[in-house]
């Protein structure tokens, strides 16, 4: 994999992301242009907000998001949530949605985080294995949603 780059999404990178998204989740429907424009403002703006973005031959082919969240408990360390899990189906079961993962918790270590947690919908035992071998352990907290109502 010596031929991946890994780094922060960046402002022209929107159209890669956008075109990565459609890996995640393909029935959504596209959102309108405006709407992604602020949307991606106010990510780029938000402090503790990164975007890992894996690169090879300069296509995006696998990202994740990292939010780092300041905290008053655990000695003021900061937490971290992992959004938005994705390798574009051809590029699949060659390690590089585990190294962008990797990358993103040694960003957050070095930030300093006490824990970094994400959430998965899916119930494939695949997936799970995919997340223990980046580093996260199932069962140790219980994940619960909350939605809109209606």
């Not at 300041?70 to 949605?97: C, K, M, S, W």
């Not at 918790?105 to 998965?120: Q, S």
Request: aromatic share 8%; net charge positive; with cysteine.
């Amino acid at each position: 994999m010596t031929d991946l780059r890994i780094r922060a999404a960046g402002a022209a990178d929107l159209p890669a992301l956008l075109a990565l998204y459609r890996h995640l989740h393909p029935a959504d429907p596209a959102p309108p242009p405006a709407q992604t424009a602020t949307a991606w403002q106010a990510m780029l703006a938000m402090p503790g907000l990164t975007i890992f973005l894996g690169e090879r031959a300069g296509e995006a082919v696998a990202s994740c998001t990292l939010v780092q969240v300041p905290n008053l408990t655990r000695g003021t360390r900061p937490y971290a949530f992992i959004e938005n899990v994705v390798t574009h189906a051809d590029h699949r079961r060659q390690g590089i949605g585990r190294a962008v993962l990797a990358a993103a918790l040694a960003a957050a270590w070095a930030a300093g985080c006490y824990k970094v947690m994400l959430l998965t919908g899916s119930q494939r035992d695949s997936t799970f294995r995919f997340y223990e071998g980046a580093g996260f352990r199932r069962g140790e907290k219980t994940g619960l949603i909350a939605r809109p109502p209606g």
